[in-house]
């Protein structure tokens, strides 16, 4: 059985991860893969009710580490209902964040130290990590300004550009130190030119 394949796509909010979800998607397809696309936190219906939570902007209250646990709580739910099946049944799995993005928002913004984010890790993931990693890398005052074109901010998206700087910084770091795994897209292209990297990057997949 041919062996699955898994791509996640990291980024600041307004990265535009979430627009181009759909291009990867038909550009494998096109290609041949059998494509499964899922997001986090979500993916399951307990992740999206956790989901929920998490982004509804009336629970101001939330502590940084309730954040982190729920995250994982939704995170080991999808490993064990979506991802591991359809990655043993040969599928390509395209998934809208995953635990790059705890380091990043809940590590980088939010502070927690990266040693407590590591045990969550190899509890629910083991030594399991993705294949390929599209992180989608902008300005955080343009990614900004495209957020502010959506609807009403969630709970992240209304945070200040310090936190986002700090993300920006730790996903850069992380695509740094793991440079086999991460491909970074330069979103702040014209549409075109960004699809174009990211079918580029692509024709790598065997």
């Keep these: 059985m041919k062996k699955g394949f898994f791509i996640t796509l990291e980024g ?11 291009f990867v998607e038909n550009s494998l ?3 041949g893969h059998d494509v499964v696309k899922t997001r986090e936190p979500g993916g399951t219906k307990i992740g999206e009710q956790i989901r929920e939570i998490l982004l509804n902007n009336e629970n101001n209250k939330l502590t940084s580490d309730t954040e982190l646990l729920l995250i994982f709580a939704a995170r080991s739910q999808h490993m064990k209902e979506i991802i591991m099946p359809a990655l043993s049944s040969g599928k390509t799995i395209l998934c809208d964040r995953f ?4 380091y990043a928002y809940q590590g980088g913004g939010r502070g927690i130290d ?5 045990l ?12 390929l990693t599209l992180l989608f890398d902008l300005d955080v005052s343009v990614g900004m300004e495209r957020t502010k074109k959506r609807s009403k ?3 992240f998206e209304q945070e200040k550009s310090i936190f986002f700087e700090k993300v920006r910084t730790c996903y850069l770091k992380r ?24 079918a580029a990057v692509l024709k790598e997949i065997k």
């Design 153 to 155: 901010a969630d709970r």
């Design 120 to 131: 969550l890790e190899k509890w629910v993931q083991s030594d399991f990590r993705p294949n």
């Design 99 to 102: 635990t790059d993005a705890s």
């Design 175 to 198: 695509a740094e130190d793991e440079a086999d795994r991460f491909r970074i897209i330069n979103s702040e292209l014209p549409l075109q030119k960004v699809k174009d990297e990211i």
């Design 114 to 118: 990266a040693s407590r984010i590591n």
């Design 29 to 31: 397809i096109k290609a």
């Design 12 to 22: 600041i909010e307004g990265a535009g991860k979430s627009t181009m979800v759909n």
